[in-house]
Structures are given as C-alpha cells and as structure tokens.
Antibody, heavy 120, light 107 residues
Framework: QVQVVESGGGVVQPGRSLRLSCAAS????????MHWVRQAPGKGLEWVAV????????YYADSVKGRFTISRDNSKNTLYLQMNSLRVEDTAVYYC?????????????WGQGTLVTVSS | DIQMTQSPSSLSASVGDRVTITCRAS??????LAWFQQKPGKAPKSLIY???SLQSGVPSKFSGSGSGTDFTLTISSLQPEDFATYYC?????????FGPGTKVDIK
C-alpha cells in the first residue's frame, strides 16, 4: 500500500535551518510528483512546494520562495525539504503528499506529518 | 495568485442530513479543483479531484460539481464519521492554494 513517512521535525531557533525527509514506499516513487503542505497550529492547510517526478521542475508558495528548497532522490525513494532562514511563522505540521500523477496535479495520498517549531 | 473562498465557514448538521459546501475561486480554474477532509489531530484525506472525480476508496455519498469559479461538495446523508473540516484546493496554476476550510459539526 502507498505509504509516505515524514521525519526531521523538531524545535529550531529563528534564522536556523532544518531538513525534512519523506520516505516513500508501496509505489514507483520516480513516476509521481510530490508535494509538501503545512498546517500552523489551529489554522488551515497551506500548500508549500511541489517537485515533478524527474526532479527538474519545482514550484513554491510565495511565503517560502528563496528560503525553502524541495528535492528528491529517486534512487532512495525519498523526498526532502530544506528549510533555511526559519521564522516563527514557519511553525507548523509539515505533510508530505503524493501527486495524483507525474506532474501538475493534486494530491492523493498524505503522510501523517512532522511538527516543526521555530522558537527562541 | 488564485484566492479560494469557502462558505459557510462552519455548519451544524444532523446525522442523515444532506450537506452542501461551496468553494469559489478568484479566477477561472476550469475543473482543477480538489476536496479534502480532515479530522482533528489527523492528516487530511483526499476525497475528490477534477471537481467531480472520487479518489479511490471514497464512498459515493460524496459528490462534487462545478467548473470555472464556482464549485460544490455535497454529502448526501451525513454520518457520524463525516464530522470534520473540509478544504477545497485549486491546482490550475502555481502556487496551488487551499480554501480556508468549512467545519461540519453535530447539531
């Protein structure tokens, strides 16, 4: 069965960096786009970034552009989110999610999320 | 960026009720509209894509419609497990954007 499992969350000070990972299994990882979506405490869902199946196309929310980088290693079935210059407002549960297709579509499967807390 | 709005922001309903949630896009998005369900403390679950296509395993009591700027999600007969928050999302153009959510709770 399709499974995506996030890791790497934790507490980090403002201005520091953190890298999230998402291990995928149960499907041909290299054939699907992958997304990151976040949810601040008590708030709604916010789409963060997407990477197409081959890794060559990446798109970001305005709120993270220039600070976050999405990447993937298809040989390891793993998705990443490198988060730099973190701000208090980046505090959220970060979800890894599979695209319905190889590129440019919406989400079909979600992970359980990993909590990132940015605080001094 | 495309802005998404939902109405109502919350509603109270009884088991067996028919419930309709509306989602509106700030510009035309064809049928590139998805719906998600989220229960407290849980990850979202994908319900519908392409405005009206059910994701695998989603029961037929859920249905979606619309095109352009106006969309609806309908739950034909509300069951206890359907009490949750529902989000729409446009995927017509980047950055993808979610609506603010509609919370459905028990009357």
């Amino acid at each position: 069965q399709v499974q995506v499992v996030e890791s790497g969350g934790g507490v980090v000070q403002p201005g520091r960096s953190l890298r999230l990972s998402c291990a995928a299994s149960g499907f041909t990882f290299s054939s699907y786009g992958m997304h990151w979506v976040r949810q601040a405490p008590g708030k709604g869902l916010e789409w963060v970034a997407v990477i197409w199946y081959g890794g060559s196309n990446k798109y970001y929310a305005d709120s993270v552009k220039g600070r976050f980088t999405i990447s993937r290693d298809n040989s390891k079935n793993t998705l990443y989110l490198q988060m730099n210059s973190l701000r208090v407002e980046d505090t959220a549960v970060y979800y890894c999610a599979r695209d319905l297709r190889e590129a440019g579509s919406t989400i079909d499967y979600w992970g359980q999320g990993t909590l990132v807390t940015v605080s001094s | 960026d495309i802005q998404m709005t939902q109405s109502p922001s919350s509603l109270s309903a009884s088991v067996g009720d028919r419930v309709t949630i509306t989602c509106r896009a700030s510009q035309g998005i064809s049928n590139y509209l998805a719906w998600f369900q989220q229960k407290p403390g849980k990850a979202p679950k994908s319900l519908i894509y392409a405005s009206s296509s059910l994701q695998s395993g989603v029961p037929s009591k859920f249905s979606g419609s619309g095109s352009g700027t106006d969309f609806t999600l309908t739950i034909s007969s509300l069951q206890p497990e359907d009490f949750a928050t529902y989000y729409c999302q446009q995927y017509n153009s980047y950055p993808f954007t979610f609506g603010p959510g509609t919370k459905v709770d028990i009357k």
